[in-house]
């Protein structure tokens, strides 16, 4: 059996690389589905389940500029 070396991102980390407070990470996780590991009895990410997370959440459809609203 192989066993992959996994990467694991900290909370800050993530915070400092999307400008958000540990605090909005780990709501991420309790409720947006964040998904990670408890290793050692903390809760853990991989690049991996952050990968995931971030691809599921990314807008990928048109800007619109708010000047060129027709209201």
């Known amino acids: 059996m192989t066993h992959s070396k996994r990467r694991f991102l900290t909370h800050n980390k993530i915070a400092k ?11 991420w996780m309790d409720e947006e589905g964040l998904k990670y590991l408890y290793v050692g009895g903390k809760r853990r990410i991989t690049q991996e389940l952050w990968d995931e997370f971030y691809e599921s ?8 500029d708010a000047e060129d609203d027709d209201d």
């Open 57 to 64: 959440h990314t807008f990928t459809g048109p800007l619109v």
């Open 17 to 27: 690389e999307m400008g958000v407070g540990r605090a909005t990470v780990n709501r």
